[in-house]
């Protein structure tokens, strides 16, 4: 089987050095790019670690596909155990390698004996980049050869009760906040502990509010002429979804496969989940996306829009937002596609927005000193850090001088520079604390 390689495979064949990450949307074709570099290396064995059994046997055909041999396919599960241990292979290929740093997947680094390393991920985290390299290939929007498909931003309403409690809400959190911003970084955590929880809490009544459910089930009878997939964050939701609309569903309480398989071959027009389904679903004629309601974090909102990358050029994607709530958020990242805002949302929400607000203040803060060391303040002691490659690009942010700046728990990097809080990207390297015993390095 012959297949045109897109630019960045092709660049990918000549980066490639022996370790690395490809960042890419799913359905971009990484799989393909790694198939490449195994044709094209002549590795004498191959191992695909995959989180899901599902992605294991799409794996295999793909290989089969064009022809790959000596290669085992096997998941981060089976990998990890005790019997694994002294695998060895040319070339291993971690697939969803974001997933693979779990305490115990993790093992399956130590179980294989390995050359090369290649990891593929749409949200590659901190973790996964210190098994599998730097990220060496980052697929743009515009390289990833996405459909032209249209994205519908539907603003639903919170009901009065919905609305008192999301308010409560919001104002204990803004005094929590407040809270954290006077704290040092050691008195933090029984805060923080307390804000998580109102947060969720927050996000929680968001999710579920009432006016998702029939909105939902009025745009599945619009489209029930094409093939469509629902995707919801609580069960509880899907069900209601489904006991009124009278589609499957399909989540981890009621792994329903015989309606996964019907919906695959185009024997149901329907299908409602919860969360993503596993990544690497592979459906190519979806006509219509429904997204119930989502996270609001980036890499989320990725990896779900991350679906339509297989949708025909006449799809649709629907997202229900409720207004004047942290739904709204996501209406930043609408100028990344071909859209359409359906109802009112708030001005504000409009406008353009500084995303990290929140995340800066609530993160822990480290400084960087007129002589490239980075420190944190302990108890009124510096505790210094080893050198990290992002000591350059703060240094070139604050034009060599001494400055401030926070890390996120996801590791990403903020710094305030002329009262505007801006992200200097994903830590690629963690910072590591200088024992008492080693020199500081100048």
């Known amino acids: 089987m012959t297949y045109t390689p897109y630019e960045w495979q092709n660049r990918l064949l000549t980066r490639f050095k022996g370790k690395g990450v490809v960042k890419a949307f799913p ?38 596909k064009y ?41 399956l680094y130590q179980n294989i004996s390995y050359n090369n390393i290649l990891g593929l991920s749409a949200t590659p985290n901190n973790e996964s980049l210190d098994f599998c390299g730097d990220v060496i290939i980052e697929v743009s929007m515009e390289e990833a050869q996405i459909s032209d498909f249209k994205v519908y931003f539907h603003a639903i309403d919170l009901s009065l009760v919905e609305k008192t409690k999301y308010d409560e809400y919001t104002l204990s959190i803004g005094r929590y906040l407040g809270k954290l911003k006077r704290l040092s970084n050691e008195k933090k955590a029984k805060t923080r502990k307390m804000l998580d929880s109102l947060i969720f809490k927050r996000r929680s009544l968001v999710y579920l509010a009432d006016s998702r459910v029939p909105k939902a089930v009025e745009l599945l009878e619009k489209n029930k002429d094409r093939p469509t997939l629902v995707i919801c964050k609580r069960i509880e939701q899907a069900n209601k979804i489904a006991k009124r609309s009278g589609y499957p569903v399909y989540h981890s309480e009621h792994p329903d496969e015989k309606a996964l398989f019907n919906f695959q071959n185009d024997k149901i027009p329907a ?35 991350g679906r339509a990358v297989r949708l025909p050029d006449n799809a649709d994607i629907h997202i229900l937002l409720a207004r004047k709530t942290t739904d709204e958020k996501l209406l930043q990242f609408r100028y990344m596609y071909n859209h359409e805002i359906i109802g009112n949302f708030s001005r504000n929400a409009l406008k353009p927005s500084n995303p990290w607000i929140e995340q800066y203040y609530i993160s822990d803060e480290f400084f960087l000193d007129s002589e490239g060391r980075i420190f944190q303040k302990i108890s009124g002691e510096k505790k210094y850090f080893k050198f990290n490659p992002i000591i350059s690009s703060l240094e070139k942010l604050f034009n060599y001088r001494s400055c401030r700046f926070r890390i996120t728990r996801d590791n990403l990097v903020l710094a305030k520079i002329g009262g505007r809080i801006i992200s200097l990207g994903l830590l690629q390297e963690p910072l590591e604390k200088i024992k008492p015993y080693e020199k500081i390095n100048v």
């Open 27 to 64: 359905g971009t074709g990484k799989t393909y790019a790694a198939i490449l570099l195994i044709k094209k290396n002549r590795y004498k064995n191959t191992i695909v670690a995959v989180p899901t059994r599902k992605l294991k046997f799409q794996w295999a055909e793909e290989l089969k």
């Open 67 to 107: 022809n790959v041999i000596n290669t085992i396919v096997e998941t981060f599960h089976i990998l990890s155990k005790e019997r694994s241990f002294g695998l060895k292979c040319d070339f291993l290929i971690v697939d969803e390698c974001h997933r693979s740093v779990s305490p115990i997947f993790r093992r």
């Open 271 to 305: 299908l409602l989940s919860v969360g993503m389904l596993a990544e690497g679903y592979d459906k190519r004629n979806i006509g219509c996306l429904i997204i119930v309601s989502t996270a609001i974090t980036e890499a989320y909102h990725i990896q779900s829009i």
